[in-house]
């Protein structure tokens, strides 16, 4: 029975947020990289999504002896574009994530359903919002650069990252990520409005995977204790801290 899942109460809590049982305003989600693992392949060829250890596998191949040896991609990615440039960053990324060789799943389908108040994305994928053109019931905006978010109305599917093919920069190295709040205040300002009113799951990510760290830093930095509930999702296999 689900009434008997450790996390049954954060299950409930979304839930009430979602269909606005509670006197919170409603529920948002963040998707992280995971989640694109869903995803239904074009053909029996395609790649698959990669994990962020593939990524990291990809560029130290790339780097050679001009790698540093760090697992951690964000660094191996500031490393990369130091020695090979944007472009060649730009190019590695489109190149491990061919998206036009994936297809919305069942789960992004089941997942846009749902009555978020918006939908906030990492990823540089389009599958989100091809899953959205499926819909009957429900209709998002989408938000691709900070430009959009005056014409836009919620419910919103919100890339904060870039968005494949041409919607750059993709947010991906270390420096792209000190900078962000600088050069992207617009999405800042939104995702801080977002936080503050909705209840945050967080979807796709795993406990130590480093856009999930430095998204829940770079939230604790901005809202402090303003923050509403986050929860992360997933078979994660953590302790409850």
Same mark, same amino acid.
């Given at each position: 029975?689900?009434?008997?899942?450790? &996390?049954?109460? !954060?299950?409930?809590?979304?839930?009430? !947020?979602?269909?606005?049982?509670?006197?919170?305003?409603?529920?948002?989600?963040?998707? +992280?990289?995971? @989640?694109?693992? $869903?995803?239904?392949?074009?053909?029996?060829?395609?790649?698959?999504?990669?994990?962020?250890?593939?990524?990291?596998?990809?560029?130290?191949?790339?780097?050679?002896?001009?790698?540093?040896?760090?697992? $951690?991609?964000?660094?191996?990615?500031?490393?990369?574009?130091? =020695? =090979?440039?944007?472009?060649?960053?730009? +190019?590695?990324?489109? &190149?491990?994530?061919?998206?036009?060789?994936?297809?919305?799943?069942?789960?992004?389908?089941? =997942?846009?359903?749902?009555?978020?108040?918006?939908?906030?994305?990492?990823?540089?994928?389009?599958?989100?919002?091809?899953?959205?053109?499926?819909?009957?019931?429900?209709?998002?905006?989408?938000?691709?650069?900070?430009?959009?978010?005056?014409?836009?109305?919620?419910?919103?599917?919100?890339?904060?990252?870039?968005?494949?093919?041409?919607?750059?920069?993709?947010?991906?190295?270390?420096?792209?990520?000190?900078?962000?709040?600088?050069? @992207?205040?617009?999405?800042?300002?939104?995702?801080?409005?977002?936080? =503050?009113?909705?209840?945050?799951?967080?979807?796709?990510?795993?406990?130590?995977?480093? $856009?999930?760290?430095?998204? !829940? +830093?770079?939230?604790?930095?901005?809202?402090?204790?303003?923050?509403?509930?986050?929860?992360? !999702?997933?078979?994660?296999?953590?302790?409850?801290?």
């Amino acid at each position: 029975m689900i009434k008997d899942l450790a &996390d049954y109460p !954060a299950l409930q809590a979304i839930q009430n !947020a979602l269909w606005h049982v509670s006197d919170v305003r409603g529920a948002a989600v963040m998707v +992280g990289s995971g @989640f694109s693992m $869903n995803a239904e392949l074009a053909s029996p060829s395609s790649k698959g999504p990669p994990l962020w250890s593939d990524m990291a596998t990809a560029m130290k191949a790339q780097l050679g002896p001009g790698s540093s040896g760090s697992d $951690n991609p964000l660094r191996l990615a500031e490393e990369f574009r130091a =020695l =090979l440039g944007q472009a060649a960053l730009d +190019g590695l990324i489109r &190149d491990l994530v061919p998206d036009a060789e994936w297809l919305p799943g069942e789960a992004h389908m089941q =997942l846009l359903e749902l009555p978020w108040s918006d939908v906030l994305s990492t990823n540089w994928d389009t599958l989100l919002e091809r899953g959205k053109t499926e819909l009957t019931e429900r209709s998002y905006d989408l938000v691709f650069t900070p430009e959009d978010i005056s014409r836009t109305r919620s419910p919103r599917i919100i890339k904060l990252h870039g968005t494949l093919p041409s919607h750059t920069p993709f947010i991906f190295a270390e420096e792209d990520y000190r900078t962000y709040p600088a050069k @992207f205040a617009p999405f800042v300002n939104l995702a801080q409005h977002v936080l =503050l009113e909705n209840e945050l799951l967080l979807l796709g990510f795993s406990g130590d995977d480093p $856009n999930f760290l430095a998204w !829940a +830093g770079w939230v604790r930095d901005q809202l402090g204790t303003s923050a509403r509930k986050i929860r992360l !999702a997933g078979v994660l296999n953590l302790s409850p801290a």
